[in-house]
């Protein structure tokens, strides 16, 4: 006996509002499991209060010889007159039988109620790590794309950073050549200098090829643990949650149609407990869920791809030799003016 109506089910859906905030429900059902072995624990302890009680009060209305209590020895009120032991002697016999409802009801809590929590715990524990383990897998997944994604943008920005630095020492090889024609050994230098600006520029196509593809793996990843991997495991761990908060209210349920077998005005108070049992609701107490762990903020924002250029150019040549200084004079002040109007345009 553990619930004395059908289970019910939540409205509100946390594979639709809980997406992101999977470590938060993850965290909340250890709380959850924990409530329930509470429970199990006063049920528990109530059966032993119970089975104490009976037979504390079943040795107190002991009247016969040899019987404990205050009636040791032989009993005085055996040789009482006759109605006046009739009246004593039915008192104690009700005690008795009210102390055998009282162990009955104590054996009854720990069949009907406290075993059937016992077991609930131990089979749904292991279906609560396996859903769990399960949501773990599909964080990391996510996880390792983006770790993925940040190691091949370094390693292309790496190349490009080398492309400029072999262009840079081009440029100054070939500085140098020009302005000591006469040393002939420097012509080796420049070409060697060209040499390392084609090895570089070789690495640029597979380096941003390999970035590309990290990070449309990491948006598929994201994509499918935002639309159907996430979604399965919290419909799963909905399930659990559902299962476990019908369990808890069945258990508190069935103690109370167990306790009204118990003589009336043994446990008055259980009839207070009635209303408050029948307003536990489902949805109110899952739609609390999602109100404390919903998460505003979403994180699964395409990832963009960041084009690096170099400070030379799209041209994946080596540069050619600078020209001269007049003439680069002249160029610059040419670039001065036309920032300097383009300044003055975006202010008019």
């Given at each position: ?175 140098a050549e020009t302005a000591q024609p006469e040393k002939k050994n420097l012509a080796p230098v420049t070409k060697k200098a060209a040499e390392r ?96 762990l919903k998460k505003e903020v979403k994180d699964d924002q395409v990832i963009e791809v960041v084009v690096f250029k170099s400070k030379h150019g ?35």
């Amino acid at each position: 006996m553990m619930s004395e109506s059908s289970p019910q089910t939540a409205t509100v859906k946390f594979s639709e509002e809980l997406v992101y905030s999977y470590d938060g429900l993850a965290a909340k059902t250890v709380q959850d499991i924990q409530v329930l072995k509470d429970v199990t624990e006063f049920f528990r302890a109530r059966a032993k209060l119970e089975e104490d009680y009976a037979k504390k009060l079943m040795a107190l209305c002991k009247a016969v010889p040899g019987g404990g209590g205050l009636f040791s020895g032989t009993p005085a009120i055996t040789k009482e007159n006759k109605t006046l032991k009739e009246a004593v002697m039915g008192l104690l016999d009700r005690g008795a039988k009210t102390a055998q409802v009282h162990l009955d009801f104590s054996s009854k809590i720990n069949n009907d109620v406290v075993k059937n929590l016992d077991n609930w715990a131990k089979t749904k524990e292991n279906d609560r790590k396996k859903v769990l383990t399960e949501g773990q897998k599909h964080l990391k997944s996510v996880a390792d794309a983006k770790v993925n994604v940040g190691k091949a943008k370094e390693a292309y920005e790496r190349v490009m950073k080398e492309i400029d630095a072999a262009k840079d020492a081009h440029i100054a090889a070939e500085k140098a050549e020009t302005a000591q024609p006469e040393k002939k050994n420097l012509a080796p230098v420049t070409k060697k200098a060209a040499e390392r600006v084609a090895q570089a520029v070789g690495k640029k196509d597979a380096a941003f090829t390999a970035y590309s593809t990290a990070v449309n793996k990491a948006n598929e990843e994201v994509s499918a643990f935002r639309t159907e991997r996430m979604p399965q495991v919290l419909d799963a761990l909905q399930v659990w949650e559902e299962d476990r908060w019908n369990a808890v209210l069945g258990s508190l349920k069935g103690f109370r149609a167990l306790a009204e077998t118990v003589p009336t005005g043994v446990d008055e108070q259980l009839k207070d407990a009635t209303t408050v049992l029948d307003a536990a609701n489902i949805d109110e107490d899952f739609n609390e869920i999602v109100t404390a762990l919903k998460k505003e903020v979403k994180d699964d924002q395409v990832i963009e791809v960041v084009v690096f250029k170099s400070k030379h150019g799209d041209d994946d040549a080596a540069p050619s030799s600078p020209e001269s200084k007049e003439e680069k004079k002249e160029e610059k002040k040419e670039e001065k003016k036309e920032e300097k109007k383009e300044d003055e345009d975006m202010f008019k």
